[in-house]
């Protein structure tokens, strides 16, 4: 798996969680829909900017160990 398919799982496993769909995760960070979905699958190249966008509006921090 690569970092951006676990990223990607990382965050719709987060979504899930608070009960949101991928237009109202979109809506709260400010991205398209679509993008909310490409970055799930692993096939968006995911910007740190965008990144911190999506944590943000899920109230998660990022953490690097």
Known sequence: MSIREKIGAEL????EAKGL?????AELA????SHIAK???????LRIDTLDKVASALGAEIKID
């Open 12 to 15: 719709r496993a987060l979504r």
């Open 21 to 25: 769909t991928t237009r109202e995760l």
């Open 30 to 33: 400010g991205l398209d829909h």
């Open 39 to 45: 970055i799930e699958r692993g096939t968006y190249n």
